[in-house]
């Protein structure tokens, strides 16, 4: 299920490091209301380290304590990564809102990839960090993810922060 | 901010898993001797148990000196993750126990370590699972073996004691074409010599007890994810249904390519509670840290012996895959081009009493049952582990009633084959004084 592009280049580990610290509002697009999906283990978790969560799903009023928005465009404060939980097939039209709401990056899930959306948001502006979960890189670079023996990929002799 | 550098092999059998302690700066990995974790307060207990946020809750599931051990060995290996358990065989036990239901079926390699073979024939057909046992060498029993409960191939690296190579590509498109994993005990060759998930193997296991720590100190180990495997294919319902164990989370789905490990940690480990302890991962890590050099002599002694045994008249049958004479030459250079290890065996002409005269000829080589220590071991086979076999029995289990297993170490070499000298020595001396007259 390999890609026809080039997709290294939606993943570079400073833009996502960047985008980590930077942001502070996050529209999960695609957000399910059922504990047990992905999308709600990875808004939850999002909130819970200090991330405002903008849930948007046309079919609930409100997702983790938070007001569910139809579409990106009906989201009145600034939207600092847009994270997508949809169907590959999605991504363009949703890449355009990015675009047309000055969102900062467009964040799309494992297998959550196409390229034309990608493009319409690199054109637009808008960062994009593609086939990659916000959850593990949060784990990976902030977060515990070195608790449960995954492979981080680091390596450093720096001494860290408090967690 | 972090570079996305791929660090070599021998950075990271030092440095990956572990970052310096963050509260006391500690260069060393602690050795976190504690059973549980005080929770910050009753939201993130529940998120930890939920598996909603990456947590210590307790130590049979998870322990932060452990981790170190596992993120290392999924890093040397080319994981996505790994988790440690108490033995090899436990962790054998344990990939197989989270992809297995009744009913199943497995196609094993017969050239296993005899601890292997136990648990297959015995638990396995406890747990009402089938096995075939095919010729490892032969590609065409893997495909004739497959069956629509079919689960899972398995197979050795290096295997013991016979050398076989394993065609890992080879099997591993096979069992790919079935949508199956390949699962590869890995422990005779350690990730400096063969990566199997570099050729398409989607689960690795390590008895840490042999190369892994080095030292002889510990029992341990480890099941290593390369996150690779499609598990929702519609034939592991074990993996991808919602789990009952878990408040019907669907664990592949969830997770994604964290999902089989996650399951493995979360119900398997939490349910068999074979876990490694701290302590003995953090001996685990020291060995490690030596790992490439460990191995890079141990291939330079074992190939010097095994060049000496080849010349001796009173040795033959050397499964040393490493000879040039090896059938297995091919192999050896697609996946092994370091080395094939550093354990083999050969038979001692003169039969069972012969080896065992070997055996006492020895005074630096320890007679012992266990392989892949620094130190030179060797063991006799059919007065020990084979013991209650007869001759005819013997050669049906690939063991002559003459053949001594070694396990080469890092000792010097002109000693190892000195002490092999004294026993052969006392092999002839006995059958001179047995053909003496009166």
């Known amino acids: 299920m390999s890609p026809s592009f080039d997709l290294t280049r939606y993943q570079d580990p400073l833009t996502i490091q960047r985008t980590l610290h930077n942001a502070k509002t996050i529209a999960v697009v695609g957000l399910s209301k059922n504990e047990l999906r992905a999308s709600y283990f990875v808004g939850y978790y999002l909130k819970r380290h200090g991330y405002r969560i903008l849930p948007v799903n046309p079919r609930e009023p409100e997702i983790l304590g938070e007001k569910s928005w139809t579409s990106l465009r009906d989201i009145p404060v600034h939207v600092d990564v847009v994270n997508v939980f949809r169907a590959p097939d ?22 959550v990839i196409n390229e034309e959306g990608a493009r319409i948001a690199e054109a637009g502006g808008v960062n994009v960090i593609m086939d990659r979960c916000m959850k593990v890189e949060h784990a990976r670079y902030i977060g515990r993810m070195h608790w449960l023996g995954f492979n981080t990929q680091r390596i450093t002799s720096v001494r860290g922060g408090l967690q | 901010m972090e570079e996305a550098r791929k660090f070599g092999f021998e950075t990271r059998q030092v440095h990956a898993g572990q970052r310096p302690e963050p509260n006391t700066g500690a260069r060393a990995v602690p050795i976190y001797q504690t059973t549980s974790y005080v929770f910050e307060d009753p939201e993130s207990a529940a998120a930890y148990f939920n598996l909603q946020e990456y947590g210590n809750t307790y130590s049979r599931i998870m322990n932060p000196t452990v981790a ?10 080319g994981g996505c993750g790994a988790v440690a358990f108490a033995s090899g065989i436990a962790a054998q036990a344990a990939a197989l126990f989270t992809l297995l239901q009744p009913g199943d079926h497995v196609v094993s390699s017969s050239a296993l370590y005899g601890g292997s073979v136990n648990q297959f024939k015995h638990m396995l057909r406890k747990m009402n699972v089938e096995l075939t046992w095919i010729d490892p060498d032969n590609l065409d029993a893997w495909k004739t073996a497959v069956r629509p409960n079919t689960k899972a191939f398995y197979g050795e690296t290096i295997g013991n004691p016979g050398g076989n190579v394993l065609d890992i590509a080879a099997v591993a498109a096979v069992a790919h074409e079935h949508e199956l994993p390949l699962i590869v005990d890995n422990t005779f060759a350690t990730p400096f010599l063969c990566r199997p998930f570099e050729f398409g193997a989607d689960i690795v296991l390590h008895s840490a007890t042999k190369f892994i720590g080095g030292h002889g100190t510990s029992i341990g180990g480890v099941v290593v994810d390369s996150g690779e495997f499609n598990w929702s294919n519609g034939r592991f319902p074990v993996v991808a ?15 994604g390519t964290y999902g089989y490990c996650m399951k493995l940690r979360a119900e398997t480990l939490r349910d068999l509670g074979a876990a490694m302890s701290p302590f003995n991962a953090f001996l685990f890590l020291q060995g490690l840290e030596t790992l490439s050099l460990r191995m890079a002599r141990h291939v330079e002694n074992a190939k010097a012996v095994a060049s000496f045994l080849a010349s001796h008249e009173l040795a033959s049958n050397i499964t040393y895959p490493g000879l040039p004479t090896s059938r297995y030459r091919p192999l050896v250079d697609t996946y092994l081009p370091r080395g094939t290890g550093a354990i083999f065996s050969f038979d001692c002409r003169g039969g069972r009493e012969a080896g065992q005269e070997f055996i006492r000829g020895l005074t630096l080589w320890s007679h012992l049952a266990n392989v892949g220590d620094s130190k030179s071991l060797v063991i006799h086979p059919a007065s020990t582990t084979h013991r209650q076999l007869n001759d ?11 053949t001594i297993r070694l396990s080469v170490g890092t000792e010097s070499v002109d000693d190892l084959i000195w002490d092999l000298e004294q026993g052969f020595a006392r092999v002839a001396a006995s059958a001179r004084s047995e053909v003496a007259p009166g």
């Open chain 1, 90 to 111: 999605a991504v363009p039209a949703i890449a355009s809102e990015a675009v047309a709401i000055g969102a900062g990056s467009l964040w799309c899930q494992f297998t």
């Open chain 2, 68 to 77: 170190v051990f596992e993120e290392r060995m999924a890093s040397l290996e």
């Open chain 2, 392 to 402: 005819d029995e013997l050669r049906a289990a690939g063991v002559g009633p003459g």
């Open chain 2, 241 to 255: 249904d919602p789990s009952p164990a878990y408040h019907g989370l669907q664990f592949h789905e969830t997770f």
